[in-house]
């Protein structure tokens, strides 16, 4: 899988991309034909504790799934935006075993 990561702010922002990456490792073990993974990573400026955005996209065969999420931290965002992918994922492989 061809894991993207991007930011509009990128000198501004620490980026964990280590994390991103072994968070992300593991769907290829979930399902073996996801094709690429984008994720966009923004830091917004405003008084509201949850200023980190995070969306990613998942591109498999016949489909493309979307997540994302806002936190306090790039963490807590990515944990959610994980979680949500993960069970997308096993919805769209069950859905692809119902119609064989």
Known sequence: ??????????DSIQIPEPLIHKKFEHFDKLYDRIEYCN????????????????????????????SSDRGETFEIALDKVVNNLENQ????????????
Do not use: G
């Open 1 to 10: 899988m061809n894991l993207h990561i991007e930011s509009p702010h990128k």
């Open 39 to 66: 994720v966009v990573l923004h830091k917004e400026k405003s008084d509201d504790k949850k200023s980190f955005f995070i969306e990613a996209s998942l591109k498999v065969p016949r489909s493309t799934l979307f």
């Open 89 to 100: 994922l096993r919805r769209h492989k069950e859905k692809l075993r119902a119609n064989r």
